[in-house]
Structure formats: structure tokens, C-alpha cells
């Protein structure tokens, strides 16, 4: 897309401001952990900005009718709003994109709206128990050509996420990610996609639904399973993990924007 700096400056200026900002973290490591981190109160949810043609985070909700939590502990908002305020804020720092930086869109997958948005974004889909109308939602967006990220869950949430995905395309599979494909050198070339879950320890994998089930076809979304990406962005300013594992992070993250935005 034009709206981008070329390739070589805009990799050397993603390369400073993520590791400028993780350092800074790092800086800034004794400030308290949010308060939904203490067991404390969350973040309010935010009214939804209208469209105005401006890239604009788009985080999915899900009703869960079969489990009872708190706002709190509501599984689809895990990490809002700090995750995506931090990403798009590094996106933001490094390329001319029109990204909005103080605010994010909540919508559910039924909702007309879903469709002026290239990217959309789901956290633990282990929980995800879409209706019809929401099945045939993300099944129209994605086949329309918008683009979502799976992330945020582990272990046995595996196998509700991989039959909800049958219901919105039961011809395709999650097929293992290579390195090799163009989504790992997108903007960072991705050197090894050994990752760990932050918490667990589980050996993170990463899979990608693609049209015909073909990786030479279009990629229609990308899996971070056994890994949790927005934990690592939403802490990023305050320490909690090491510098490297935040700046891989972002580095994954960015990739998949850049991809998304440019295929």
C-alpha cells in the first residue's frame, strides 16, 4: 500500500521504536499492574468510534450462554484495552498508515458493520460459541476478503475452536504455518517460530486457514495457539516479561497487519 514507508526505512524504524519502547517498559517496571491483572476493576468498555476510513482495531465479542463471569473475567475482552492500544501505537510510530491510536472497535461477527474493517481480532476462541448468524457473519467476512486473528488460548480449548471453524468452513483445515510463507517476512523476517505460552510454558504453534486448504491460496486467518500475543503487547510498558519476548511479540503482530494490508 502506498500509505507505507518503504520497506527499508520502515524496517529500521520499526526495529528502533520497539526496542525504544520495550526499554522503556523495562524503565518503567515498578509502576503497579492494571488493576484487572490485582483483581480489581477492568477498564470500562468504550463506546465504538464510526468509520471514517481509517484503519481502526476491531476486537470480536462473543455471548457465552453455557458459563457465567465476570466482566472481568469475560474471556473475548482478555487484555482490553491496553493490548491493542500499545500495538497500534508502535504501528502507528512506524509508517504512515492511518491507524486510530485512542480507541477501538468491539463488534460481533453478525454485525453488518465487521465488513469496513480489513482485521479483525479474537481472544480465547476456546470459549468462542458463535450462533447461526454469527457462523455465516465470519464466514462472509473472511470470504469478502477480511482477514482475523486467532489468539489467546491453549491446551484442550484447541478442540471447541477447531469444530466453531468447521461450522463457518466445513471443507477447510487449520494448516501448520511454515516459515517460509510471506506472512513471516511480511516487514520482520521471522527467524524461528519456536515461541512459549507466557504462562504455561506450552510450545506455541501456528496455523492458517486458507482458501482450498491450499498455503499457495489466500490466507483467510491466522491461529496463535498455545500462545497469547496481546498479553505480551498490554505489559510491554510496565516489565513484566523479558525485552525479547515483547519484541517478538510485535514483531509477529506487525508482520500480520503488513501482510493484511499488502497481499
Known amino acids: 500500500m502506498s500509505g507505507f514507508l518503504s520497506m527499508p526505512a520502515f524496517r529500521v524504524a520499526l526495529r528502533l521504536a520497539v526496542i525504544a519502547g520495550a526499554t522503556l517498559g523495562l524503565l518503567l517496571g515498578a509502576r503497579e499492574l492494571p488493576a484487572q491483572r490485582r483483581g480489581g476493576r477492568p477498564q470500562p468498555i468504550l463506546p465504538n468510534v464510526p468509520y471514517d476510513g481509517r484503519i481502526t482495531w476491531v476486537r470480536i465479542k ?6 457465567s463471569f465476570s466482566r472481568r473475567d469475560e474471556p473475548w475482552a482478555h487484555d482490553y484495552p491496553r493490548g491493542e492500544r500499545n500495538f497500534t501505537k508502535i504501528l502507528s510510530e512506524l509508517s504512515t498508515t492511518r491507524i486510530r491510536v485512542d480507541a477501538s472497535n468491539i463488534l460481533t461477527l453478525d454485525d453488518p458493520a465487521l465488513g ?7 481472544a480465547e476462541p ?3 460459541r458463535p450462533n447461526d448468524a454469527e457462523v455465516l457473519g465470519l464466514r462472509k467476512y473472511l470470504s469478502k476478503g477480511g482477514f482475523i486473528i486467532f489468539d489467546d488460548f491453549a491446551g484442550e480449548h484447541w478442540f471447541n475452536f477447531e469444530s466453531q471453524m468447521l461450522r463457518v468452513f466445513p471443507s477447510l483445515r487449520a ?8 506472512i513471516f517476512d511480511s516487514f520482520y523476517r521471522i527467524a ?3 515461541y512459549r505460552h507466557p504462562y504455561y510454558g506450552y510450545k506455541s504453534a501456528f496455523y492458517g486457514y486458507f482458501e482450498d486448504n491450499d ?4 490466507l ?3 491461529v496463535n495457539y498455545n500462545n497469547d500475543l496481546s498479553d505480551y503487547w498490554e505489559f510491554s510498558d510496565v516489565g513484566m516479561y523479558p525485552l525479547d519476548m515483547s519484541n517478538e511479540a510485535y514483531k509477529l503482530g506487525i508482520n500480520y497487519f503488513v501482510y493484511a494490508l499488502t497481499r
Open 62 to 67: 462473543y455471548l457465552m450462554p453455557d458459563f
Open 116 to 122: 469496513r474493517y480489513p482485521i479483525a481480532y479474537m
Open 126 to 128: 476456546g470459549f468462542w
Open 175 to 182: 494448516v501448520p504455518m511454515e516459515l517460509s510463507h510471506p
Open 192 to 194: 524461528t517460530l519456536d
Open 215 to 218: 498455503p499457495k491460496k489466500r
Open 220 to 222: 483467510l486467518a491466522i
